[in-house]
């Protein structure tokens, strides 16, 4: 009986179903936490955390992400979505004059990260937000000083894969300056799960859906002066993304003839009505090299209290672009290196019923994405054939090992 086919394969639908009930019961315990709380979010850092996003991907695929993974932006949506990063990576973006009253503004995202073996992904990341530069008088008209206001998110990321489902938390630091002796800090958490499921693989079509949900600052934080403190938004979000991939271009036999994917969000706030919404987009990518996307937003904002000049609905299309070049498949692996620049260029958002939008904002992001093989081979003089995994930290120890022998 132990050697019948029915008997292996209810045993792999058990493993299956194992699966999916523990991805289940995490999904649960998601809501459960994410069950609406007491409390008053007043839009306190909103223009760190929803007038615009760090990467240019994002915005242009209508500014969701909590379904997409192997990016180092997961971190802002979805820590869980580092989870599948392979190698190292190093990511930066830069949007300049992000506040329409502020033109000296700027938004800029750098961070890095790496794989630790079979164990998951670190990464650090750095969200800054500055003001532009002001000077301090006195009343003798005098400068007194010359500073930045702006606020600073810091992230320490981890995510690890645990077979049924990818898991990631977020410790992040935030410090606000706002003024000459307004300094301040707090520390929050997010947590992250991502479920993919392969619908096709093998052969020449791929097909990947994907079932993610995040919950930003889960410790309902808060900052501000003691006493005096402002809660930070709880934001809960929960998307699905699907993915098709064709390969076997006769032109470049390493490169998939085309990737398509597309996703939809939701986003809600646990202290606050306002800015809930739905997201959706998608991206085209052509030979790995030459990437399309596309988006549309709805969210529901605060009209302060002027429901007949001010909006109580933001809404609108986003679109950009991207190159990406792919060194490691180009060259057979040979240089362990891709690259991919994103673009977005939109219209910035108008807040009121009147009037028109106040030009546009353009955003840049670089990413730069080390592509190992699965295992290298040292030519030594003690040992001709010493196969070792290749993960970022294995491959210092690798050349260290050829390099002593």
């Known amino acids: 009986m ?11 639908i058990r493993k299956v179903l194992r699966k999916e009930v523990l991805f289940g019961l ?89 794989q630790i073996g079979d164990y998951g992904v670190v990464a650090l990341s750095r969200c800054h937000l500055s003001f532009g530069r002001r000077l301090l008088w006195n009343f003798d008209h005098q400068r007194i000083e010359e500073f930045t206001p702006g606020v600073s998110m810091y992230a320490l990321t981890m995510a690890t894969d645990l077979e049924s489902f990818l898991f990631g ?28 499921f392969s619908l096709q693989e093998g052969g020449k079509i791929q097909q990947v859906a994907t079932v993610g949900v995040s919950l930003f ?32 271009c006769s032109v470049l036999e390493n490169l998939e003839t085309f990737d398509a994917l597309c996703h939809i969000e939701y986003q809600k706030l646990l202290n606050s009505k306002y800015e809930k919404g739905i997201k959706m987009g998608g991206e085209f990518t052509l ?20 429901p007949q000049a001010n909006k109580s609905l933001l809404s609108g299309n986003t679109y950009g672009f991207g190159v990406r070049i792919p060194l490691s498949q180009l060259s057979g692996s040979k240089i362990p290196l891709d690259l991919r620049f994103d673009m977005v260029r939109l219209p910035q958002p108008s807040y009121v019923k009147t009037g028109t939008t106040e030009g546009k904002f353009s955003q ?42």
């Open 287 to 306: 030979l790995e090299l030459l990437i399309v996307r596309y988006g549309y937003y709805r969210r529901r904002i605060d009209d302060l209290g002027h």
């Open 364 to 405: 840049y992001t670089l990413n730069l994405i080390t592509q190992a093989t699965k295992e290298i081979t040292c030519h030594c003089e003690r040992n001709e054939n010493l196969k070792i995994p290749n993960t970022c930290l294995e491959l210092w120890i690798a050349s260290s090992l050829c390099s002593s022998q």
């Open 26 to 114: 995490v999904l649960l315990g998601f809501l459960l936490v994410a069950y609406p709380a007491l409390g008053g979010y007043n839009g306190v850092l909103g223009e760190l955390f929803f007038h615009h996003l760090p990467s240019a991907r994002a915005e242009a695929m209508g500014r969701g992400y909590v379904a997409i993974d192997g990016d180092l932006f997961a971190n802002f949506y979805n820590p869980a979505g580092l989870a599948s990063a392979r190698g190292a990576l190093v990511t930066g973006s830069y949007l300049p004059s992000p506040l329409l009253l502020l033109k000296k503004s700027s938004l800029s995202f750098i961070g890095g990260g790496f």
């Open 169 to 196: 938390v977020n410790l992040k630091l935030i410090h606000r300056r706002y003024g000459f002796d307004d300094n301040t800090n707090t520390g929050l958490m997010d947590l992250g799960i991502l479920r993919n």
């Open 2 to 12: 132990l050697d019948s086919p029915w008997f292996f394969f209810l045993g792999d």
């Open 217 to 248: 600052n889960f410790t309902y934080s808060s900052i501000g002066p003691s006493g005096n403190e402002d809660e930070l938004p709880v934001i809960f979000r929960l998307g699905g993304s699907y993915r098709i991939s064709l390969f076997g």
